[in-house]
Each structure stands twice: as C-alpha cells, then as structure tokens.
Nanobody, 122 residues
Framework: VQLQASGGGLAQPGGSLRLSCAGSGFMDYFSIGWFRQAPGKEREGVSCISSSGGKTYYADSVKGRFTVSRDNNKNTVYLEMNTLKPEDTAVYYC?????????????????WGQGTQVTVSS
C-alpha cells in the first residue's frame, strides 16, 4: 500500500487542523498509525487506529485533543487535531501495518508515507 499524508499547514495556538492519510487501496486490511518528528527529536507515535476502526491509541500528549478516524470506503484515515500547541509543531507521517498492531512502535509498521508539515505559531 502507498500512503500520502496531507492537510498540514500553519495554525495558531488553540487552533485546529485535520490531516488525511490516503492509501492506494485495500486500506481496510491495515491498521494505520500517525507519527510526528520535530527538529532534533526522534519520531514519536501520536495515534493509531485498527483496520476496522474499533480500536484506537493516543499518546498521552495528545489525549483529549486529537481524534483519529477512518473511512475505508475512501481509503482514508484522518487525524483531527484540536487545541493545538506550539509543541505539536512537527512533520506528521502516517504508516500502515498489516498485522493488526495498534501502538506507537515505529518498527511495527511496514509502510510509510511522506510527511506533512504542521506548524503551530502565533
């Protein structure tokens, strides 16, 4: 599966953005994870969603602010980001796993898309 993340941009603190991860097909076979990487930092897991959408994971830093969802008919996974903070600034990536993993370990994901930049600044 090929993945493409989009929807990044500039937002003010407290603002919102919605990221999309579009797949080339058969997205319903894959759990999808969202990761981010800020300058000088390691890539970290932000959220993920199981293939059916029935199970989700959120990092503590985004719980209550970010919501992951998916539309398998559109081969797309979304990350709704609300109450954005400057520390959310990073390049955001989506990744796919065919084995059903729903967690934050990068090495569990088999396919990666190119990232989309999110900048939170006033």
């Amino acid at each position: 599966v090929q993945l493409q993340a989009s929807g990044g941009g500039l937002a003010q603190p407290g603002g919102s953005l919605r990221l999309s991860c579009a797949g080339s097909g058969f997205m319903d076979y894959f759990s999808i994870g969202w990761f981010r990487q800020a300058p000088g930092k390691e890539r970290e897991g932000v959220s993920c969603i199981s293939s059916s959408g029935g199970k989700t994971y959120y990092a503590d830093s985004v719980k209550g602010r970010f919501t992951v969802s998916r539309d398998n008919n559109k081969n797309t996974v979304y990350l709704e980001m609300n109450t954005l903070k400057p520390e959310d600034t990073a390049v955001y990536y989506c990744a796919a796993d065919a084995a059903g993993y729903t967690g934050s370990r990068r090495d569990q994901y088999d396919y990666w898309g190119q990232g989309t930049q999110v900048t939170v600044s006033s």
